[in-house]
Structures are given as C-alpha cells and as structure tokens.
C-alpha cells in the first residue's frame, strides 16, 4: 500500500482516537474510584486546573496504602500514557502506529489495576 498524505492523515487520525479511547477508559475508572471509594464529589474535581493530574495522583495514593506493587505498576505507566494522550492531542509530532499501540497495551496493563479498587 502506498502512504499518501491522505492516507497518513487518515490513519493518524485513527491512531489519535485509539489513544485517546484507551486514556478516557482509565481516566473513567479513576473518577469512578473518586467518587465511590474516596467518596469526593464532582465538583471538587471539575474546580481543579488539571483534573487528570488530581485523579492520578489520588488514586496513586489509595492504590499505594493497599499495594506497593501496585502502586509501582500503576505510577510508572499511567504516566506514560498520559504523556501520549497529550501528544496524540496536543502535540505537533506525527502520532503512528507504534504509540497507538503502545497507549493501547498500557491502558490493558492499568486497567487491572483499576478495577481492584
């Protein structure tokens, strides 16, 4: 196949999706253990400058008082994948393959973790 600018501004467009899908499913899991394990409201979150930052930051905390382990897994590549969200949206570098798949794996690595909580 060959990549024509049409072709690679198709694709990246789907590979920015991909990532931003797999970023907004942690990002609804950290609100969901927000909201009903840490039992904090909404509108505390919505009042914060970066909500994102706040919610990893919390649920690291909740995450690090149950499990070292996976405190450790968690904080390592919810990072990560924050970084490439900002990239896919924000960022003037090209977003392939290679990162959507690689937001993709981390999202199914963090999951797991998410869901104990």
């Not at 924000?90 to 797991?112: C, E, M, R, V």
């Amino acid at each position: 196949m060959t990549y024509t600018p049409k072709a690679r501004s198709v694709y990246a467009f789907i590979a920015v999706r991909c990532s931003a899908r797999s970023g907004d499913s942690c990002v609804q899991l950290m609100k969901h253990i927000w909201l009903l394990r840490m039992k904090k409201a909404e509108q505390e979150l919505a009042q914060q400058g970066s909500s994102h930052v706040l919610l990893i930051k919390s649920v690291g905390e909740v995450i690090k008082k149950s499990s070292a382990a996976s405190f450790y897994a968690f904080n390592g590549k919810i990072w990560i994948l924050k970084q490439l969200r900002t990239s896919s949206d924000y960022g003037n570098t090209p977003f392939g393959k290679g990162d959507s798949a690689k937001a993709l794996s981390l999202s199914a690595d963090i999951t797991p973790i998410l869901k104990k909580y």
